[in-house]
């Protein structure tokens, strides 16, 4: 892509407005009042607290003395619609790229903070299970400009205009994405093989001055022995995304999240932010977890086999003792347009991580090219002359 492409700032994401209320994922109109004027609170990044924007002073949110525990996977899968606390949630499905959000009560319509459309509120009542703990955001809004504008400049190849985004205010919208964590114990049975290697002296004939010689070498060969066995794995918060909307392996890049940190969820926290509702379910995310467990449990079985090599013929995994965290994590999303498509930046709210689609500047990509090229070229002529 060459440099006279137009980055136009009506393309971008504009600033996401204040809501009228201030509950995001759960129906009905939340209001959380100032307790020195009575004015809208929002959650400030970086604290505990709610930040009042008419008087600027703190009200500290209620913390909740009750522990994060893991939940029992298979209780709430044979019982899940009478037990486990759900939400009735109000979920708009963006038509472009299909995210799942919920915009604020009292507000009709609202851009997609993953692709920039316009999404118009539906009545489509979705009963989900409720996050029980979540991250709260620990960078502002200026924070995660300052991380988005640091990664712009250190883009190479990229479009000279391209830099100018990092001076745009707005573009970024802060978002609650849903996550799985899964707790499991693994006793796998496999069969398969033992390879042990030896060694024998072969004869080979070799040219030496222009006359045959007869040599010997060391060949390296291997022995097959049948194996069969029982395994043990354990597994401890392996963190699965809810979210279809974004490329698992792009949201993996952002981490690692201090999930120490976690707080018990309030609704105070979502004040001023977007939350996605969960697209992969319970047991949708518990098949990505044992997706993740393989290689662990396949290192296991070539320990367990021994010798030098080893093949798995088969293998069957049984899980037990499985638990669960539904939570929420932070981040914020920048959209934006260049030339008709769209580029998606992902800033982890906690860290500052940035990870994010970019355009290319292919006259950049050529005039280096060419550039290598011509040095290599003056390399190889100038070691010609020189052995002339």
Known sequence: ???SGVFEASELLPEEP????TEPVTTGE????CASCGAQLRFAPGTLSMRCAHCGSLNEIASDAQPIEEIDYLRVLAELEADEPKIDQIVSACETCGARIELPPN???GPCPFCTRTVVATGLSQKHIKPRSLLPFALD??????????WIEKLWFAPRDLRKAATIDGALTGVYLPYWTYDSGAVTTYTGQRGEHYYVTETYTTMVNGKPQVRTRQVQKTRWYPASGRVRDSFDDLLVPGSA????????KLTPWDLDALVPYADEYLAGFRSESYAIDLPGGFERAKAMMLPQIRASIRRDIGGDVQRIATMHSEYHDITFKHLLLPMWICAYRYKGRVFQILVNARTGEVVGDRPYSWAKITLSVVMALLCIGAIVLFFVLASR
């Open 30 to 33: 939340r209001r959380f009042p």
């Open 141 to 150: 809004r200026h924070a995660a400009r300052a991380r988005f504008r640091a």
């Open 18 to 21: 204040a809501p009228r209320a």
């Open 1 to 3: 892509m060459g440099d």
């Open 107 to 109: 507000v009709t319509s």
């Open 245 to 252: 909307t974004i490329e698992q392996s792009r949201l993996d």
